[in-house]
């Protein structure tokens, strides 16, 4: 892994290859169905009226836009050999990070919508679906525009002479204070921003439901809104707050603000840790679907049963054949 070294300060990075191999294996096999049933159902029921389903179905595609470049990281971490030449390394990497920070502002505006439709009923009525498609397609241009200085700051020369990909491409030069000033931008607007306003939207649709009790007409309306922005928090918690926290640090040693040996290495050592639980989210949103939209539930118990009935059906008329 390229990186800037510590003098005096043995580090091996060798264990990063196994361990993201085996992640990868997992979330691709895990992400890749549980995404594409997601995606399917989502889309079915996309006409009918549903909170935040299109803000699902877009957290769901960039899920399955992520688990589909994963066979080639595997790849990778497997031969520790890049075939795929430069185009390929790059937008893999590029989907990565599109995944994290679309994930992280789907995530935000589902929250914020459940929030402000539990507290202003009036609002949610007047809702229009075009809405959160034109919301969508805002996050999709921001997003996808921002992500794409994180391709573009690795050095990609080594990757022609090395065959080298993703993280052992290195970070190209830059001064210090311009690395800091885009990596307070990363932080606050992917990081601080979004975790202050899921903390928010989740501790004021509790105070919501708690001030109100049992005597509120639409209890459990709130308790499902209330299920689902705990369920975001939990899910941002979980695969995106390690990362940035530790991606701070990491920057540190990157233009030599830390140079610490004890330090260095257990920054460097929990890296990969914190991106593999980032990608982990793949797998962690389907639960966001399931168990908070009783209308996906109804989707997938309605579609399990249609294919139980043709199975049935198959295994009667071959029985009768017979």
């Known amino acids: 892994m390229q990186s800037v070294n510590v003098p005096n300060c043995n580090y091996s990075s060798q264990f990063q290859y196994s361990l993201y191999s085996t992640t990868f294996i997992i979330v691709f096999t895990l992400g890749l169905l549980t995404n594409s049933i997601a995606l399917w159902v989502l889309c079915s029921y996309k006409n009918k009226k549903n909170k935040a389903i299109i803000f699902m179905i877009n957290l769901a595609f960039a899920d399955l836009a992520h688990v589909l470049s994963l066979p080639l990281r595997i790849y990778y971490y497997i031969n520790r050999k890049w075939a795929f030449g430069n185009f390929m390394c ?37 809702w229009k679906r075009r809405y959160d498609v034109a919301i969508s ?21 080594s990757n022609h002479k090395n065959n080298t990909c993703f993280a052992d491409l290195g970070l190209k030069k830059t001064g210090v204070e311009t690395t800091m000033s885009m ?10 921003v ?39 928090a939990v899910v941002f918690f979980i695969c995106f707050a390690p990362y940035h926290i530790n991606f701070f640090f990491y920057m540190m040693l990157q233009i030599k603000i830390i140079e610490h040996c004890g330090m260095y290495k257990f920054i460097m050592t929990l890296h990969p840790y914190t991106l593999c639980l980032a990608s982990i989210n793949c797998c962690l949103d389907p639960i966001l679907y399931f168990f908070t939209a009783k209308e996906f539930q109804n989707e997938v118990a309605k579609h399990g049963s249609v294919m139980r009935g043709r199975l049935m059906s198959r295994e009667s008329n071959s029985f009768v054949k017979e």
Not at 146 to 157: D, G, K, M, Q, V
Not at 183 to 192: K, N, S, V
Request: with cysteine; glycine share 4%.
């Open 90 to 126: 790059l937008l893999c990497f590029y989907l990565k990070y599109l995944n994290m920070y679309a994930s992280i502002f789907f995530l935000t505006a589902i929250s914020v919508q459940r929030y402000v439709f539990t507290t202003n009923p009036f609002k949610a009525k007047d």
């Open 137 to 157: 397609a805002v996050i999709w241009i921001v997003v996808g525009g921002a992500c794409l200085t994180f391709p573009l700051l690795r050095n990609s020369e």
């Open 183 to 192: 990596l307070t931008i990363a932080e606050m607007a992917g990081f601080i």
């Open 194 to 232: 979004p975790m202050a306003v899921i903390i928010y939207c989740t501790l004021k649709t509790k105070t919501e439901l708690i001030s109100e009790g049992q005597l509120c007409h639409n209890i459990s309306e709130k308790r499902k809104a209330l299920r689902m922005v705990t369920t975001c």
